[in-house]
């Protein structure tokens, strides 16, 4: 886990938070993952670092070792490999990137860890604890020759300490279709700290401090790993999403993440000393980024609970029953979407219609030429013309309202990609929305404006509408400038209701 916060400059993402959903009937029993078999990883770690000078840090021989040894193993288990390189600070780094075979390509599951330590020792807790844990699991989906309906991938990343630089590259190499087929990623970095708390990344911002939530779909990543430890009794708290670990990159662009950490340099206080053990006053790793990082700088136990709940998240995850799809919209083609249903819009330019957009930029993309799916989407006002703000939104408000869509009875969500983009000339007053118009109107989404320049870039949100179970609804969304002369544009595509 690299020192220092990593800047993102992300676009705020208002997530919806999901209600956990137990496995299905169907999904695959979790395995026990043998914390023996952990550990011999982390003494491999631990020997290529000592034999190359004792450390696997970024441009050195212990760190190409390493990716050597992981990729070794995942070959001989059947899992197509690739050593992805990228290039940081005059030196060549590597990814390595493992698929199992099967499972659905436009629904991928990532599990992830950094590979590479700091220069200053081998790093067995920073990060080969990760890293070991996942391997591991990799390898038991192999030997129980897992069938997921989830596409599963793994990863580790290169020059994570250096500023997530292996995990920025992987996500700057897939394009905004490949991008969009990864539905969520699960970091694991430190989870064998000697002095052990348990944390789980606060998909939903449940704690109500901190860098706020994650996007949609985090919530219910942090559900599934918060089941299995109230399983085994033990209490945990959240963590936010800082900017740490190598979840950055994926929530830049809208991927939902999730996963585990068991502390670095912050000091473990005395009420957490109470609710976990260890010792207060002192660090949750006291070797961290030091040469005494080594494999007696680990927790046994919180080493062995975490790599079960590693195994646990990708067994519930990955092998659930997908949703049945009940109405779908990508708006390649006209389906009888209505504009200014009420009567009642305001807008004088950007008015939402379906089409092929055309980008715009002003300090940043605004309007977005590209779509998630096909060449078109809902767009408030395609055109890009002479200036940025042409034929965004001005004067008020503009909606649009979909056909009629019958629901059944049963557990029903709401999923769509989106995006707002505005200047630094809005405010809170401008706005994107999407409401539920049926026998009651539920606004189900909301993403405000604010003082400062937010870029366009898709986000994804899955929302829960079980309560218009049996009714005949409409799905109406609503964008607004009502902060003067700001710049406002906004987008919607692949609106899905599923089961």
């Known amino acids: 886990m690299m020192?220092?916060?990593?800047?993102?400059?992300?676009?705020?993402?208002?997530?919806?938070?999901?209600?956990?959903?137990?496995?299905?009937?169907?999904?695959?029993?979790?395995?026990?993952?043998?914390?023996?078999?952990?550990?011999?990883?982390?003494?491999?770690?631990?020997?290529?670092?000592?034999?190359?000078g004792g450390n696997r840090a970024h441009g050195r021989p212990g760190y190409l070792a390493s990716a050597n040894y992981v990729k070794g193993l995942l070959d001989g288990a059947g899992f197509t490999t690739t050593l992805q390189s990228f290039t940081y600070g005059g030196a060549t780094g590597y990814n390595v990137i493992a698929d199992w075979p099967g499972g659905d390509p436009n629904d991928i599951l990532m599990v992830g860890a950094h590979l590479?330590?700091?220069?200053?020792?081998?790093?067995?807790?920073?990060?080969?604890?990760?890293?070991?844990?996942?391997?591991?699991?990799?390898?038991?989906?192999?030997?129980?020759?897992?069938?997921?309906?989830?596409?599963?991938?793994?990863a580790w990343w290169g020059a994570e300490e250096l500023g997530l630089r292996g995990s920025q590259a992987y996500v700057n190499s897939l394009s905004a279709t490949e991008r969009a087929k990864v539905k969520g990623y699960y970091n694991f970095d430190m989870v064998g700290s000697p002095n052990a708390g348990y944390f789980i990344y606060d998909g939903d911002n449940s704690d109500g401090v901190g860098s706020g939530p994650g996007p949609a779909g985090s919530a219910?990543?942090?559900?599934?790993?918060?089941?299995?430890?109230?399983?085994?009794?033990?209490?945990?708290?959240?963590?936010?999403?800082?900017?740490?670990?190598?979840y950055g990159p994926f929530i830049a662009v809208g991927?939902?993440?999730?996963?585990?950490?068991?502390?670095?340099?912050?000091?473990?206080?005395?009420?957490?000393?109470?609710?976990?053990?260890?010792?207060?006053?002192?660090?949750?790793?006291?070797?961290?980024?030091?040469?005494?990082?080594?494999?007696?700088?680990?927790?046994?136990?919180?080493?062995?609970?975490?790599?079960?709940?590693?195994?646990?998240?990708?067994?519930t995850t990955a092998t659930a029953t997908p949703p049945t799809v009940?109405?779908?919209?990508?708006?390649?083609?006209?389906?009888?979407w209505t504009t200014n249903p009420s009567g009642t819009d305001t807008a004088t330019s950007g008015q939402w219609e379906r089409g092929v957009p055309q980008a715009t930029t002003s300090s940043?993309?605004?309007?977005?030429?590209?779509?998630?799916?096909?060449?078109?989407?809902?767009?408030?006002?395609?055109?890009?013309?002479?200036?940025?703000?042409?034929?965004?939104?001005?004067?008020?408000?503009?909606?649009?309202?979909?056909?009629?869509?019958?629901?059944?009875?049963?557990?029903?969500?709401?999923?769509?990609?989106?995006?707002?983009?505005?200047?630094?000339?809005?405010?809170?007053?401008?706005?994107?929305?999407?409401?539920?118009?049926?026998?009651?109107?539920?606004?189900?989404?909301?993403?405000?404006?604010?003082?400062?320049?937010?870029?366009?870039?898709?986000g994804t949100a899955n929302v829960d509408i079980s309560a218009f179970a049996g009714q005949s609804v409409r799905i109406l969304v609503e964008a607004g400038d009502a902060s003067g002369a700001s710049l406002v544009e906004a987008g919607i595509d692949d609106v899905k209701v599923t089961r």
């Open 3 to 52: 020192r220092s916060l990593w800047t993102m400059g992300m676009a705020a993402i208002l997530a919806i938070p999901l209600a956990f959903t137990a496995p299905s009937a169907s999904a695959a029993v979790p395995p026990d993952i043998s914390l023996t078999a952990v550990k011999a990883h982390l003494t491999q770690l631990q020997s290529i670092a000592t034999a190359n």
């Open 116 to 154: 590479d330590s700091v220069t200053a020792g081998p790093g067995i807790n920073d990060n080969g604890s990760g890293s070991a844990a996942i391997l591991e699991t990799a390898l038991e989906v192999s030997r129980q020759s897992l069938a997921p309906t989830k596409h599963l991938r793994f």
């Open 220 to 246: 219910q990543l942090e559900a599934t790993l918060q089941a299995y430890f109230t399983s085994i009794g033990v209490a945990t708290r959240g963590t936010d999403f800082d900017g740490r670990s190598d």
């Open 255 to 315: 991927i939902p993440a999730g996963g585990t950490f068991t502390g670095a340099e912050g000091i473990k206080t005395s009420a957490q000393a109470t609710l976990w053990g260890g010792t207060s006053g002192q660090a949750f790793d006291p070797c961290y980024h030091r040469a005494c990082d080594t494999t007696t700088n680990i927790s046994d136990t919180a080493l062995n609970r975490n790599a079960d709940a590693i195994a646990y998240a990708v067994w």
């Open 326 to 336: 009940l109405w779908q919209d990508t708006f390649e083609t006209s389906t009888g």
């Open 364 to 458: 940043g993309a605004k309007q977005l030429g590209t779509t998630v799916s096909g060449t078109n989407d809902l767009v408030t006002g395609r055109l890009a013309g002479t200036a940025a703000g042409d034929y965004d939104i001005d004067g008020g408000v503009t909606s649009i309202q979909s056909p009629a869509v019958t629901l059944p009875s049963g557990t029903l969500k709401l999923a769509f990609s989106w995006y707002l983009a505005h200047g630094s000339n809005s405010s809170t007053a401008d706005f994107l929305r999407v409401k539920v118009v049926g026998s009651t109107t539920t606004q189900v989404f909301q993403q405000l404006g604010a003082a400062a320049n937010r870029n366009g870039a898709w």
